[in-house]
């Protein structure tokens, strides 16, 4: 991923990177070396804080992948607290499984197989705190859905908002041109949400977090 920080920045803070857990480790290298896009580790060390602040009972993910920030989210909630996690890539669900084993998170983290958009519309109870992470061409649509899911006084994290640099660049590389109008497109709309109290932050790939009102 190309950073949104300075190098120089970028380096100098990642000696202060806070996972030494060995599976985080682990799953970080396989993410990296299979091309797996995972949540940025200072963006995921910020997910935990926001996580461990609002202590959330029942947690929703968009985006499962090989569960990296399921188990990030997972390892910093209270003892009732549940995250379920749709995916509907059935390769990245038998990594997932595994990882989740490996993790002894399993009971707190409930993978749902299928796609957000079959399954978001069949829940019927709300969640306290919902992380936004698939595929941006359909970020407009899974937010809806995902404020329409978010108790009041609920938090939304949602990652990728300055898409390797690209949202904020003037020349934007052609195979970028479609991605990078869907997210400038979001994040306008993000910002002006209604019911939302929103701040999009320079962290990671660019991070957006709201407070629903
Ligand atoms: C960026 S990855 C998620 C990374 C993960 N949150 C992490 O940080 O470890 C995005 C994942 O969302 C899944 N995805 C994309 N659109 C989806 C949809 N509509 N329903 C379910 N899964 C979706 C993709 O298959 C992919 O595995």
Known sequence: MDKILYPAQY????????SKDPLILEMEKYASEHKIPILDWQ???????????????????????????SIRIARNLRKKGIVHTIEKSTDNISLAKVYVKKSGYDDKIKILLGDAFDLMPTFDRKYDFIFLDADKNEYSKLFKLSVALLKKGGMIVVDNLLWHGHAAAEKVPPEYKTSTEYVRNFNKEFMVHPRLKPVIIPVGDGLGIGIKI
């Open 43 to 69: 963006s995921a060390a910020l997910l935990e804080i926001l996580i461990k602040n609002a202590n959330p009972r029942r947690v929703l993910e968009i985006g499962t992948a090989i569960a990296y920030s």
């Open 11 to 18: 380096e100098y803070l990642r000696q202060f990177k806070d």
